[in-house]
């Protein structure tokens, strides 16, 4: 949910305004209205040391630690960053360098100063390569083969005139030797080496640069601060904007009652553009970073964030639909909690569900686990069957899922445009919520068998007759009866085209778990047949399903995270309206 801001504007003098602000700092409550971008030359300097920082620890996240050599140079960043332009640029000049060398191979060793001799002598080396070697050209010139590689001859000719002309068109003369070459391309990979070694070594301060960084993004949140304030009285006085949630009044007000601080208090208002800060528990808490990718909500907007918990949990689950991918998800997270850190939880999570799942849909490692005769028919009556009314269960479910959760958007919609503007004012989204959620009720329950035909008819009719009038004649009391009309039309439109694709969208979530099952499927086919008789087979079916169920796994993560977001972001949030422009709740903090 979106915590209760208040507003306060602070009266200081000039003078006093940064003692103020870090003082602020110190609270880590109130978050001043702010730019979130460099304005001056400080605060750009500030953020570009800061960039540095998050360059130096990106780097330093791939590589492996080292002996700590126990150095300390004054700037562990900047020498990060440098280390690492200096192997780039190593790097860079090696591949030229290895192409020189072969190309040096065929004329091998040699003194480059016994040509200036040679020349100076009146004598002039020409080299050439050929298929094969005119047995005459060896009477008429001067001619020494100093190699044969790859199908062709290398050879030089010696002449001692300016009217030299020989059949084949001459090549450059080398400049290096090929052995000097070499030993160059030996000494640069050997910087290299040195390179690497020694961003090993730096990794070990990382905890340093992080501390950098933080202190650098402190004090640029500081001064953006500062900045923004508004002077008044020929700049004796400055006025800060600022928002804290509304828990926080007691303490905050204690505090700026001991300081002697000027203030004037409101209850945040939309028009304010207050910072959003979101509250909700343990479990709806993990997701929140799935809704910051998107955009978090308005001030007068709902949080949408436990209903992704619970049908992106739902829908990762349906993608991945199998136990043993589970388990294994359980295990890694728990494996890698370190590395993950506040993403471990959220792995655990999605791979309990996947476990649940998986064992409802009753496959495990994509095996049938209805096909193993060991398991309890009580078990297996849990499970559900493999098809629907003639059609696949999880295609059935993935459709059935889908409305569901369109139906709640439209439910969250009509709530939403209520509480903003009336009930009055949203005729038209209660006409089509009545309409839509409405029939698939009374659909759903006729087909079920607990209303008759007859009460059907007669239900659906005041259904369609109420939501007529909210559709086509109602959706705005301010505007001609007649535009409403068409507007209700258009509307229609729109809508029944886009419900028929979004519904229709639920079905990805069949797909994908389908092509994983029968990937892992044929995985396993392939490893049974490499089993043959066993004996020392074993290693290769062991290899084999390992590899591929592991390499299945990834893909399947990968599809199960990127198509429930889109079903969440696109399908749910177009159609409960949200539109999750909302500013994060960033209080000044040292």
Known sequence: MVTEMTKYDFILMSGDADAFLEKLQTVGMVDITRSLKPVDEQSEKLSARADIYRKALSTLKAVEKADDPGQKPTDFAVEVMETVRDKEALEAQLPQLR?????????????????????????????????????????QYALSEISNIGGYSYFVVVSDSDDYNFPLKELPAPEKDYAAIEQQIADMEAQVKQKEQRLAQLKWHEPVIQAELDKTLSKLDLHLA????????????????????????????????????????DKAKVDDNPPIKLKNNKFVSMFELLTDMYGRPKYNEFDPTVFISIFFMLFFAFCMGDMGYGLVLIGASLALKKVLGKIAPLGITLGIATTVVGFLFHTFFSIDMLTWEWLPDAVKKVM???????????????????????????????????????????????GWTLLIVGGV?????????????????????????????GIFFLNDLHRNPLLNVGSGLWNTYNTVTGLLGDVLSYLRLYALGLAGAKLGEAFNAIGVQALGDGGARWIAFI????????????????????????????????????????????????
């Not at 904007?241 to 505090?255: S, T, V």
Request: a negative charge.
């Open 441 to 469: 009720i009374v659909g759903g329950l006729a087909l079920m068998g607990v209303m008759d035909k007859a009460l059907t008819k007669w239900i659906i009719i005041v259904i369609g007759c109420l939501s007529a009038l």
């Open 384 to 430: 559900l069957p493999s098809t629907i009314a003639g059609y696949d269960g999880t295609m059935v479910l993935s459709l059935l899922v889908g409305i569901v959760h369109i139906c709640l958007a439209m439910i969250v919609k009509t709530y939403q445009a209520t509480k903003v503007n009336g009930f009055a004012n949203s005729l038209g989204t209660w």
């Open 543 to 590: 290899l084999i399903v390992v590899i591929g169920h592991v390499l299945n796994i990834a893909m399947c993560v990968l599809g199960a995270f990127v198509h429930p977001l889109r079903l969440n972001f696109l399908e749910f949030f177009k159609n409960s309206g949200y539109e999750g422009s909302g500013r994060k709740y960033k209080p000044l903090q040292s």
């Open 99 to 139: 192409k020189d060398a072969d190309e040096l191979v065929p004329w091998g060793q040699f003194d480059a100063k016994s040509f200036d001799r040679l020349k100076d002598s009146g004598l002039k080396l020409h080299f050439y390569k050929a298929k094969a070697i005119d047995p005459a050209w060896t009477e």
């Open 226 to 265: 500062h900045v923004s304030g508004e002077k008044a009285a020929e700049d004796y006085i400055t006025v800060f904007e600022g928002f804290a949630p509304a828990e926080c009044e007691p303490a905050l007000h204690d505090m700026l009652e001991k300081e002697n601080i000027l203030y004037l208090v």
